[in-house]
Nanobody
Framework: VQLQAFGGGLVQAGDSLRLSCAAS????????MGWFRQAPGKEREFVAA????????SYADSVKGRFTISRDNFKNTVYLQMNGLKAEDTAVYYC???????????????????WGQGTLVTVSS
């Protein structure tokens, strides 16, 4: 799966932003999709993930209640709606796809085989 993330930008604290990740190929609906982020000087961290059917979602504690992940298997796109943005949400956001593994351990970045190029989100306080 080839992935392209977009929708990042510069916003103020408290604002909302929606990231999109468009996937090419016919295996999108068979892929678990995840969002990760990497802030300057920090390691990449899990943000959210969604199961192949879209029924199961998982969130990092730091974004729970503010971010929502969703997917449209007809449009081969996964979304990350981010509300109540904080300065600490500033990072490059990456989408990722896992076609191989079963189970609900969505947090481990090693699970994902394909990664998008990242989109920068900057939140000013």
């Amino acid at each position: 799966v080839q992935l392209q993330a977009f929708g990042g930008g510069l916003v103020q604290a408290g604002d909302s932003l929606r990231l999109s990740c468009a996937a090419s190929g016919r295996t999108f609906s068979e892929s678990v999709m995840g969002w990760f982020r990497q802030a300057p000087g920090k390691e990449r961290e899990f943000v959210a993930a969604i199961s192949r059917s879209g029924i199961i979602t998982s969130y990092a504690d730091s974004v729970k209640g503010r971010f929502t992940i969703s997917r449209d298997n007809f449009k081969n796109t996964v979304y990350l709606q981010m509300n109540g943005l904080k300065a600490e949400d500033t990072a490059v956001y990456y989408c990722a796809a896992d076609l191989v593994y079963s189970g609900s351990n969505y947090v481990d970045s090693h699970r994902y085989q394909d990664w998008g190029q990242g989109t920068l989100v900057t939140v000013s306080s």
